[in-house]
Structures are given as structure tokens and as C-alpha cells.
């Protein structure tokens, strides 16, 4: 599989089942896409953004199948998921299963300012996904936020002053690597731009 960011907007997800797993995935894709819960019951929680459609899954299936572009099959009953996923594959379309194999998987995201993270384990260990997802909210810090920021800031400046792509990619990077200026962002976001437009001054006057 490969890890793939794609714009949701306008996109319809399907999601069967509304215990705690299909309430999580439902609100998963509610931040962005079009979202129907279909269940007779429903667990706390599910985004007020989600549709909540009361129905009994079997015979509310035709229906919508033919109106998602994404299907979550998330029962606590493997043989209601079965049919779920092929008559889903039959029509098309793409399917995330709670209890075995998928056509997509839903990661565990860190969602920082300027940047995201999506971990996933290929379905071998969600314990583990989720585990790296707290670790790497607590251990990435604000420099590392401040930086997305200083490059965009930094990048703008350098597509004036530094002509062709390659370059200004080597300066870029070279900003990265220098420790004076993760060090001035851990102070001052502001002298650290200084830094990086005074780096940029030189490697535009051809000493870098």
C-alpha cells in the first residue's frame, strides 16, 4: 500500500456500523467528506456532522452503497461485514474493513500547525499506531512548527533572489541543517528569520 493525503471535499463515505470503531472512523472523515452512519444503534460521540441514519444495514445497503465513493464496514458482526465489503466491490468501490482485509486504511494522524503526521502499521497493530501517535504528539514540539512556518516564509524569498529550483532546494535545506537557527526558533521566531534571510543574502551573493 502506499500512504496517499487526499482532499475529501465533496467526497461521500458510507460507514456501517455505529459502535465505538464506526463512530470513530465516521468522525475521521466528518472533519472534511460527506458522512452517513448507518446502524440501529448508536454509540456517544459520533460528530454532529455525520449523518446518523437509523436502518437496518441489510436492507438499507443498496441504497447506500450507490450513494458513497467510500465505504466503512465497522459491525461488530464479521459475516453482516463480508456482505458489506462485496457488495461494495461489487459497485467499485474502495472499502475499510474493522475486521480484516481493506482497499484503504485510516491512520493514526498527529495534526500540528503547518504539518501532519499519518502512521499506520498495515493493519498489524493499531495498539501500535496508536502508540506512536502519542509519543510523537508529546515529543514534537513547537520548533518544529515555527520552522514549517520559517520555510514558507523563507522559500517565498528565495524563488526572487535564487532562480532555479535545485538551488533554492540546497538553500532550503541548508537552513534545515543549520543548529543556530533551530536554536534562535527555540527563542525567537523572529531572529531566526533574520538568520535565515541574512543566510539567503549570502547564498544569493554566491557565498554561502
Known sequence: MLPLFVDMTGKRVAVFGAGPVGVRKANFFAREAEVAVIALAFDEGLDPRAKAILADIRSALPQWLDWADLVVAATDDCVLND???????????????ADGVSSFLIPSVVEKDGYVVAISTLGRSPGMSRYLRLYLEEHLGPRFEHMVRLQEEVREAAKVRLPYPTERERFLRAVLDDERTWTLLDEDFEKARARAMHMLEEWSSGDP
Not at 456482505?83 to 472499502?95: I, L, N, P, Q, S
Open 83 to 97: 456482505e458489506v465489503v462485496r457488495e461494495a466491490r461489487k459497485r467499485g468501490k474502495e472499502t475499510n474493513r
